[in-house]
């Protein structure tokens, strides 16, 4: 096999990290079914006698680029690769206390073209980094970012599940294609509404809706991927926002059953408004909940300083090239 050699990419980390990894998968057909709980779409307010769950859990990660390279072969390929870190971990909510549970940090140096790199380490002070090998068999120079996406949404993916094993009822950040077991009733949210799914005749329902109200559930078959949906209005947006600002999509696996789903759905309505982020304090706001929220600032400070660790990077990847002379 060709030697690689690896080389910086100058440009930022972070440039084009705003790709919404979840706009791709949503692209895909899928047949809906806006009848499978009630026949008449219309509004359902949160039940006055709902009782919030004794524990809730909400689960997510953030990933960050440390520093992209691009690998160089004898024969003359170009590899895209990068340098990646992520963090995944979960927020208990039990009566009015929230609390953080141990998260895990992985790095990762991820080579495209089915090129599976060395691992790498350096010191950066008392700390010793370490960057687990990655292959993806993406050719493409977003290649690395979304197989850095599918290893943190993996994370996420076990750590809800463990999670719900112990009673807890659970929110994860993000769709439940990363899921393993069908069987698990964690509920995904997704923040950004980037297909409708429903027609337009029906997503009109969605401006009228109130806080805590949602829609009817609907069914989304795209025969791999198979989910009960709902949509839950958080708050109210202001007079200058979209009219479905406020609102979030929330899914179930249809596995669970469509009396599980309404339970799920009654449920978030009856919980999740009270989690509802400001905007003076979250640009992402009131999707972006409260929990969740305090839970990714935490992650990104576990994850390191951004610029040590690029600048451990780029020590180390000059180390290399002067080894080559």
């Known amino acids: 096999m060709d030697t690689i050699r690896l080389r910086l990419d100058p440009w930022p980390g972070d440039y084009d990290g705003a790709l919404q990894i979840e706009e791709l998968l949503e692209q895909q057909a899928a047949e809906i079914d806006a009848t499978v709980e009630t026949s008449t779409w219309a509004m359902i307010p949160s039940r006055a006698d709902q ?3 004794e524990k809730l859990v909400f689960v997510d990660g953030v990933r960050r680029i440390d520093a992209r390279v691009l690998g160089e072969t004898d024969s003359g390929e170009i590899v895209y690769g990068m340098f990646g870190s992520l963090a995944v971990g979960a927020v208990e909510v039990v009566a009015s206390k929230a609390v953080i549970d141990d998260a895990i940090v ?3 140096l991820v080579l495209g073209s089915n090129h599976c790199p060395d691992p790498e380490a350096f010191q950066i002070g ?4 370490t960057f687990d090998p990655y292959s993806t068999a993406d050719t493409a120079p977003t290649g690395p970012m979304l197989a850095l996406q599918n290893l943190m949404r993996s994370e996420e993916a076990k750590l809800a599940e463990e999670m719900e094993a112990s009673g807890a009822c659970v929110f994860a950040d993000g769709p439940l294609n ?3 077991g069908l069987k698990h009733g964690t509920v995904g949210i997704i923040k950004r509404l980037h297909q409708p799914y429903i027609p337009s005749s029906k997503f009109a329902l969605l401006s009228k809706l109130q806080p805590g ?3 009817p559930i609907f069914a989304i078959l795209d025969g791999k991927y198979d989910r009960y949906a709902w949509y839950l209005r958080l708050a109210e947006p202001r007079a200058l926002d979209y009219g479905v600002a406020g609102i979030i999509r929330l899914e179930v696996r249809t596995s669970v059953g469509i009396e599980e ?3 799920s759905a009654s449920t978030s309505a009856a919980c999740l408004p009270a989690f509802a982020s400001d905007p003076c304090r979250d640009p992402r706001s009131p999707q972006n909940l409260v929990p969740v929220g305090a839970l990714e600032q935490e992650l990104r400070r576990r994850m390191g300083d951004s610029m040590l660790i690029r600048r451990g990077i780029e020590k180390r990847l000059y180390e290399t090239v002067g080894h080559e002379r």
């Not at 008392?126 to 980094?129: S, T, V």
Request: no cysteine; aromatic share 16%.
């Open 178 to 180: 990363y899921f393993s």
């Open 213 to 215: 109200e949602r829609t």
């Open 51 to 53: 009782s919030r769950p």
């Open 106 to 108: 992985r790095r990762y």
């Open 126 to 129: 008392d700390a010793l980094i």
């Open 261 to 263: 789903a309404v339970k």
